[in-house]
């Protein structure tokens, strides 16, 4: 026995898995349900649940909380175990509490002279917002409310506690509306004349808790319990049940949190904060939730309940100002806030009671902060020696930093919310509405521009870099606006569908509100709000904080980060935030600007592969170029290279608008202008597909016409070769063929293009190292991934459209047409385009990898698509061992952070295991 | 020892694994890398290839086969396993083999006198075309060459026998082209001033050889060898290393043949049909191969070899005219024919050559057959007691059956092929173009009529309905004209890109053909050919001999077969066909009728729920009467009915039509009709999706629209009810909710539904059974079908979608731009559409099929994509435990035969396993 002792003790004595040993403990040691505040502490949040480790805690160093009891989680599991009946044994325990209580008050539960009221509150573990069922004020009936009015002196003030208990328990408990009970009060109100409840005497308080004992009767078929012992067990009963209401079981689905765990119910004698001039409730952070400034912020009411704070018919008063009404308390309260947040060593959020004179803690819980907040304060307690940069690390949530990188609007400017479109590209800028891209263009470098179009296509990219942002009445978030807009690191609201632009009015217009070129507005792309006027933007920093912050990250983490960059402004942008490479260019859109888009069409309006080739030789140049600047700003870092991948009609005009065109050329009788339409009508419609994500792209294009592809790698190549030769950069650039699915369409296009880089390697004389890869953007290549990997050299995930082929969701219609729906009616949890799908995308995702790098162990496996910098997603991709992940330049940040996190928490998962 | 042997011998004893065994015991025995024919058999293919062991059986039963050996595929291996030598006892063995070859004949090899000329031909255990080299007369040479003249008395035969040697060695073994020594030939004709081979000289032909020599020299740089060993050791070296040329490699990859089986050598005796009046050469059936006839078929030259009968130049003879001419040869052939085909009980494909009245036989195979001979051959020979009716099941290819169910062409008849198209639904049909539907639909009951349109939609149904067949100019394999002729069992030839219709000259045109309606075209649904003019047509008929071995398939096999049917007279057909209930009926066909689709369309542009329920009450009574229809045909047989699954925009004019009427109707101020076709643009626009595939469909629709779901299965349970009531047929539909990728999805739906037909069923006080189940063609459906199943009581698989999403094609625009250079390259073996993708698809319908029956135990699992009725993909169905397979009803006795072939080839497996 002895034995078995020890090992079960081993763990604890490590300080680690504390919590299942303490819980044991506690179980053997005593075999008790319920534990009074000063026998627990903070660890047991398992045992007590969050509250109530929180109430332990603070009695057990010495604070001054109001006693009280909690009764475990494991009674709340007894009790379903046994069929939902209470443990033999819980309410004698909960008697012998009670006496406890009544000793250390003075006062006796249901003694009508001076009565003890209790407050009962639920607390899970996990904080479970909804289903927190608190009844106050417990222990208050027909002759203990007497002892109450008799013991304060204030007869109004029991008969309020007493209606409100009766309210709280009859809603809680006995399952009524609230309705029933305001309906009640409303009429009182009627009859008296009145229209605030302070109005009210205390005889018609006392009235009405007849009323609502008559509701009680007559809803329920049963008298309002009297005795206070009845009401506890009630309660109590109430509270374990609270744990599987529909609603709690749906809300831990949702968040995955287990069924098995149960809640805790606190029972605390009550104070009272409105008993006066020298009473008072209040609320208040070890430090600004905003800023992170090192300093108690916070507020008070003096006679008020926290009820009223939190009701907003009074304002409170900033926590300094006790100073002058209360020096001494403020002083104790102070020192406890120095105090907790040493003991916790983290940023604590208090609530406290006042009750003549006497101060009281409510709870103690970590604070919630924004991120420039939470930067901050992690910073400075490494400062202060209150935590470990590791810890720091851990306490800063990485998506928390994305409001910093991107200019934001002052949260506590006005703002006329005019219409609402999809978050395309966060960040916000305000400036005067332009319709036409040339026009915006032309003025843009002098005025702060808006560009507004019904949707962008390549034609508008002048306008597009000109501005400032841009907002787009259709289009999904791959829409082109909204593409370009992310890579270029600027605001975009698209798909704003409640806003109609009038082109010839030069105005747009929704619902009755008309905006005209020339007028300011401001777009939100983090939220998708279209505001009028100008709103007041806040600028990011990457203050020295976050750069601290970062670096120590950096130290953690085990995955690379790198960049998505298309532009060698972007690769500047990307290497300034931290960027380890780039993990994607795009080479499309290098097509798409304004000297090179006419070649391009050529080359696609072309009938012959040598009239194809004539137009590429063009272009050639143009891509050498843009290689060379790329490779240039990044130096000796990767950069992966993706070959063309849009289908060609991208670069074409639109069907839809071809044919308008012609019908109108055509009933004009303008022969000449037909004609030549017409030839461009046909190729359009030649080209045209009816689900072209699934169409005639990426590598099948290759396959088609494989002259594109050739001069893609020529001038990577060359590129390559110049900047070696001319500039002594030595870079290793690698060449992604997209959207492969069979292992024999990368090995036919691979062996064309190893040709073609093995002839410039040649012809330069000059020792070039390459390597050629391949986007796992389609299920089937995660199903034969081992087949892929004895041709690819790396592997990069483009989850983009994986997680479209995978859900069978168009991205640009999903978003449109029904996410939203899904979303709200919580089919999907998340918008499985910004949180990677763990159980669909990602367990392909991770068979991929598995097989991939089964065949070639240095394969290198990374992510492209949007999820590479979003947190969750982060994590999911150093779970399964991918080697870097790569998103915009603006999410760097971000994704450093992520990876640092899941470092951070594989290490402590596995200090765990051992 | 005694005891090994006695393990090793047991599989043979049983007759089973004969083959390891006898060539184990062959190593054993001999040590030899040859083998004389006489001491092989049939079942050596591994040790001795196709070919060898055919000849080794023939003379092991003493028929009259040349006298030869096999050098064996061990040797071959051995060859490579040595880096390309011989094994060091090879040529001593053949020498040997030699020897006992002038002993038979009196013949020696070299010997100038009476030369022995063998023939050296390749032959791997599976045929491989392509790289079967032959040398014919080895042993020529200057001398041998006069010899051999003598011997026949005829110079010019020994002399073309000799060139002809030198031109297929300096090939096969030399590595020359052909054309360098046609040069000469036609160099030489010309100096003669001849046409044609035969005029050529004895002398002629011997200039040639010396052309022939000089050729070899300047080419090789070494002189043509004329010791004859010389010649054989070089031949049987060539033949070796052609097992490992590259055309070979990808053949054998391409068809999946393992690359370790190496290839054997035969050296035989030549013999000579070209010797003279009382010579000849022929081949032959042992049956009819067109028919099944039970019949010698064959053809035969006289004074002729081989390669006469197959050039052409002179035609050969019914094989009973050789009764006049050879009447004992001929009665000996027939005698040999018999006994060939009951020592082999099967069909024999024979070479056979007379040479100076003396009957030799070269080959014997199986006889390839036609898709109606193989069924009488297979059912007539279990009556002549020859083969099991397991055997004569697997006799027959499945996909053979498939041009029986289907009218065909004539094979004899002529045909001025204009133009192809995709093969889109098999059948021929013969008819009048009629380019308007309304047309069709007025004379198609009075004439035969083929539509043809640009493409069709859901308002030309009349016209598909009255017409034989269709043909159109655009859209794929899934476009609706394919779908729904398919679903008709109509021939189709659908995206036939050369034709260029003009509707309003009433004419098409192709290249510079011009076709008036009215005109007679026929099309090929099977080829998709497009004909000018009436072809004979062959109808189908399911014989007695079909119909008896589909009832032995049906004993044999233990999948299930259902049918794809939307109409009662699609299911009567299914059930004629042998049908076991419906798989899929597609509910979306119903709303394009004529009466129906105006009110659809009403319920689509409806703007409010109540206007959409108000449109789809009218419509619920179309509905019941359908599956009344439906059900009554079934019987008590499974009915599976999906629930609404295109999208909206489906059932609405073409965008780009509107465009352009909108267009013109603006352009000429015609205000009202203008207004009244904006608003209907305005819904499809609306409505429009970048990519409808993976857009608002399935039970996405469902989700928004719960009330069109609601209706149908309001419609389903109604028609159950009454029929139940009525007619006392108890049906238990199948509800299937389509396109389901999440688990909430089907949770959300199926709570809608479940609780509508739970009303029907309370209403009607009657106890009616259902179930629901859903379509798994999203690959997310299949990673979580262990949840999924938790919900759906069946899965479907409809491999048409998952094929798509899962290979990110979509089907109509892969098939129609990039399939055909995948299959012409190489990149695909098959078109995933047709044949069922194992590696990819398949391995994702293992695991949700492995998934879901973990959840659920007696989960239905089948199939009703089209592989459903295409051989490998019901084979692999049934490896992969699926219930059942479901295919149009003109593809059901396919499945049938394709499901015993799978089950039998399961049986024989798992008993060589033992």
Redo the contacts between chains.
Sequence with gaps: MAQVRHRMTKPAARGRSAKPAGKNAVRKRSGRWTLLFEEGNAKMRDLLGGKGAGLAEMSRIGLPVPPGFTITTEACLEYYRQGRRFPPALMDEVRKRIRVLEERTGKRFGDPANPLLVSVRSGAKFSMPGMMDTVLNLGLNSRTVEGLAKATGDRRFAYDSYRRFMQMFGNVVLGLKHEHFEEMLAALKGRRGVTLDTELTAKDLEDLTEEYRKVVRSRTGKEFPDDPWQQLEMTIHAVFESWNNPRAITYRNFNKIPHDLGTAVNVQVMVFGNMGPTSGTGVAFTRNPATGERRVYGEYLLNAQGEDVVAGTRTPKPIEDLGREMPAVLRQFMDICALLEKHYRDVQDVEFTIENGKLYLLQTRSGKRTGPAAVKIAVDMVGEGLISKEEAVLRVEPASLEQLLHPRLDPQARKHVIAKGLAASPGAASGIVVLDPDEAAKIGTERKVILVRPETNPDDIHGLVAAKGVLTTRGGMTSHAAIVARGMGKPAVVGAESISVDEKARTFSVNSVVVREGDVITIDGSTGEVIKGEVPVIEPKLTGEIQDLLAWADKFRTMGVRANADYPRDARTAREFGAEGIGLCRTEHMFMEEERLPIMQQMIMAATEPERRKALDRLLDFQKEDFKGLFREMGSLPVIIRLLDPPLHEFLPR??DL??EV??LR??GETEKLREREVVLRRVRALH????????RGC?LG??YPEINEMQVRAILLAAVELKKQERIDIVPEIMIP?I??T??LR?VHQQLEQVAQAVVKEAGIKVRYMFGTMI????AC??ADEIAEIAEFFSYGTN?LT???????R???QG??LH??LE????KEDPFQVL?R???G??MKMGTQRGKKTRKDLEVGICGEHGGEPSSVEYCHEIGLDYVSCSPYRVPVARLAAAHAALKEKTAVTKDV
Tied chains: 1, 2.
């Design positions: 069907l839809e044919l308008v019908t109108e009933l004009r597909e009816f689900n072209p994500m699934l169409g005639l099948r396959i088609l959207l699915g069979l024999n369409e036919v953007e389609i299920p089937r199903v034969v459209d479209q082929t995978i859900f069978g969701f168009s640009d219609d999903a047409k029904f729906v899904y009616k919580g089919i999907l799908d159980v669909g995308v367990e392909l």
